[in-house]
């Protein structure tokens, strides 16, 4: 059914694809190649368990038998070594584009790191915990970064792939790297929110410097009765809320454009329990880059908390259809995050050191003799430091974007998105709110039975055995009907077999 509801999508993916893959290859078969993979990433458990379960697929490929894991495998990694996973993931952000712009207001986005977790026994970069039974617990990291159109439901709209251990920044960092995508997020998003993870100075002097108007709050808390300022703005208990200027972050920042000039970047002082009242007078550090409004000050708690339904469910939702499934085994070696830090700020030192060299300009020889005295020893230190980083080995891997496994992950977006905006027009709130793995078990997941008949192929489903949920099933085969979805050129219509006690018999003529 995913292929069906993906109809459209695919094929424009797929004829992309077709200019831009090496092998010889059509867009007719590529779309069939795609559609099967989309049949097989939920909630199946792999390639293997995808082929187990595909007793459905020679329906929609018209082949006599599904096909071989080996082969969507290999010809996924085909494409995406070929630039399909690009292409895939412009289509996840061309869905969340159209969503925001119908709704014609500005958005709010999130962004945050999930670490997916792998067993090896090669050595490879572990994580929290390693030698589990001859086994090494190793991670990839992925950021994901979710837009919220203001009328409706978030949507999945990035994903990277990083190194293990790696900082929330490399996942902004990656979000921001392309001009088309960076100039659409700062003309539409009024608000970016992450966890404290980001809340260092470095990244938000760098989320300053590309306009990002971040709201984060920092570790750690404080007192608000330590501050004898007049507050900002009241909470509906009455407690006060205290915004400055955040000086740290200015401090330090290199402004050359006005842009960085008009940047504002606060401080908020908002109480850690505002429900207590006056009971309790811990309060909490929130740093944003735009200034807030007086309505967004008072309920301030609310507007970060957003992070739970806006990212956190979102990316649990998605894990629970198979989201941190391993679909790719090859590992790169190479360096650690510690030995990376170690490259940036030994660069930052020979940047700093050929700045101040071209800026030297000694008027007698004592100065000159001192300033190169002092040159030659910093050099020193530097071409020390280089060697000892050139001399760390690279005997550990960690799983790089080499394979499908990014295709997968932004195909598994794309049909994240297509189901939310599906249920989004459904008027019971209780299907709007459903899940992936929600709508699996009362309608994706049911046994069904495939009748072609002379105009369209009708698809049976089995009901649900529990009566309060049958309407929930019938308001999403009512939902997936008006979808027009098709099956090899022909009509698809859904329709749910009779409950077993209302069954009428088959009658058999003698």
Not at 161 to 167: D, E, Y
Request: net charge positive; proline share 7%.
């Amino acid at each position: 059914m995913w292929p069906a509801l993906l109809d459209e999508p695919l094929a424009q993916i797929a004829a992309q694809m077709a200019e831009r893959v090496e092998l010889p290859s059509d867009a007719a078969r590529i779309e069939m190649h795609l559609g099967a993979l989309v049949g097989r990433l939920m909630p199946t458990g792999g390639w293997m368990a995808g082929e187990r379960h595909s007793g459905a697929e020679p329906i929609g490929t018209g082949r006599a038998r599904p096909y071989d894991e080996s082969t969507l495998r290999k010809h996924a990694r085909e494409l995406a070594q070929s630039g399909g996973t690009d292409i895939v993931a412009r289509a996840v952000e061309a869905q969340v584009e159209r969503a925001v712009a119908s709704s014609g207001e500005k958005a709010v986005a999130y962004t945050d790191i999930f670490d997916q977790v792998y067993w090896t026994k090669k050595p490879a970069h572990a994580g929290p915990v390693a030698n589990r039974g001859n086994r090494l617990l190793a991670a990839t990291y992925f950021g994901l970064s979710f837009v919220r159109p203001a009328p409706g439901r978030v949507l999945a709209y990035h994903v990277s792939w990083h190194k293990p251990a790696s900082p929330l920044q490399d996942a902004l960092d990656a979000l921001h790297a392309e001009p088309r995508r960076a100039t659409w997020l700062t003309g539409t998003i009024t608000r970016h929110i992450w966890d404290r993870g980001g809340s260092g100075r470095p990244t938000l002097r760098w989320a300053l410097a590309h306009r990002i108007p971040y709201l984060t709050v920092t570790k750690g808390s404080t007192r608000w009765t330590r501050y004898r300022r007049a507050p900002h703005v009241y909470t509906r208990r009455r407690l006060p809320v205290f915004v400055r200027r955040d000086a740290a972050v200015l401090r330090g920042m290199r402004r050359r454009t006005v842009a960085e000039r008009s940047a504002t970047p606060q401080e908020v002082i908002f109480p850690a329990h505002p429900d207590k009242g006056r009971t309790s007078t811990k309060a909490l550090r929130y740093r944003t880059g735009a200034p807030l409004s007086k309505d967004e000050l008072r309920d301030l708690d609310r507007v970060y908390k957003t992070r739970w339904p806006c990212n956190e469910n979102p990316i649990k939702a998605l894990v629970a259809v198979g989201f941190d499934r391993n679909l790719d085994r090859g590992m790169t070696t190479t360096t650690s995050r510690g030995t990376d830090g170690r490259q940036a700020r030994l660069e930052q030192r020979e940047q700093a050191l050929r700045d101040e060299v071209a800026a030297c300009q000694p008027t007698t020889s004592a100065q000159l003799t001192k300033a190169l005295a002092r040159f030659g020893r910093i050099k020193r230190a530097c071409d020390e430091e280089r060697a000892a980083v050139d001399a760390v080995p690279q005997d550990k891997g960690a799983r790089m974007p080499t394979g499908a496994e990014g295709l997968a992950k932004n195909l598994m977006l794309l049909m994240y998105n297509a189901l939310v905006l599906l249920l989004a027009r459904s008027p019971i709130e209780q299907v709007q709110a459903m899940t992936v793995h929600r709508v699996y078990e009362l309608l994706l997941g049911r046994t069904m039975l495939a009748c072609p008949e002379a105009q369209r192929t009708a698809l049976w489903i089995d009901p649900v055995p529990n009566t309060s949920e049958r309407h929930l099933q019938e308001e999403l085969v009512r939902l997936f009907n008006e979808q027009a979805l098709t099956l090899r050129g022909r009509p698809l219509h859904l329709r749910l077999l009779d409950p077993p006690g209302q069954r009428r018999p088959l009658r058999v003529s003698s």
